[in-house]
């Protein structure tokens, strides 16, 4: 069988990606899937007693999903400071190349039937600055991948999910559907904000997940269709 992969991205920076990469990987093996997890780069890392970088989300999705591989082995640029990758690759005087980055994805594809790639920050993210130019859409289109957008349930997400999806589409993205984080069902914002996001984008809002949820409410179809 050949891997089967979704990209995950963004409205902004800690709207949570990284949540919701792990309850998919988790729903995906809870429903008997052959799916595991990699992100290309990893900014924020958690220096440990021995000098190791723990990439913490990469930890998060491991124990989140049950994913029986070591979370260093799911990032390929790993860096302290909690900046944009560009930036804390400058400062460790490393280029992010998106080729190697294409390799390693790869790599892991051959040890899955499915994989979530995860991105950094939101749709618009620099990987590099310094020897060429290279933002978060030309990674997912080198990678050949649809995107699946995650979304804060609250004040503001209209907006920001409407810039999301249109720049996405200038890039030429497949855009699979949208996930909300932080919903709140009894919230008639948040149930608003759902409405008028589909109304608005024509794109289906796949599941919504309210604080503390450990499992994503999404039909095996539309999870399946993510991947397709």
């Known amino acids: ?46 220096r440990q007693e021995d000098g190791s970088l723990l990439p913490g989300d990469c930890d998060f999705v491991v124990r989140t999903s049950g ?16 900046v944009s990758p560009h930036l804390a690759a400058v400062r460790q005087n490393v280029s992010i190349d998106k080729n190697v980055i294409k390799s390693e994805y790869e790599k892991r594809t051959k040890d899955y ?17 310094k020897d060429q130019v290279l933002l978060l859409p030309e990674v997912i289109k080198t990678l050949g991948l649809g995107i ?17 999806v249109e720049y996405a ?4 993205l497949d855009i699979r559907g949208i996930i909300f984080n932080n919903y709140d069902a ?3 914002m948040h149930v608003d904000n ?13 599941a919504e997940v309210a604080k503390g949820d450990s499992d994503i409410n999404i039909s095996q179809s539309d999870l399946l269709e993510l991947f397709n």
């Open 1 to 46: 069988m050949v891997c089967k992969s979704i990209f995950v991205t963004a409205t902004g920076t800690d709207v949570g990606k990284t949540y919701i990469s792990g309850l998919l990987v988790k729903k995906m093996r809870d429903l008997n899937f052959n799916c595991g997890y990699y992100k290309p780069a990893l900014s924020g890392a958690i």
């Open 67 to 82: 994913v029986n591989v070591k979370p260093e082995d799911c990032v390929t640029y790993c860096f302290e400071e909690a």
């Open 113 to 129: 039937d499915y994989l979530v790639v995860e991105g950094a920050g939101g749709i618009t993210c620099p990987f590099n600055m």
């Open 148 to 164: 699946v957008i995650v979304a804060d349930g609250g004040l503001g997400t209209i907006n920001s999910v409407l810039l999301t």
């Open 169 to 172: 589409k200038a890039q030429g």
């Open 186 to 188: 009894n919230n008639f």
């Open 194 to 206: 759902k409405k008028q996001v589909e109304f608005l984008t024509g794109i289906k809002v796949l």
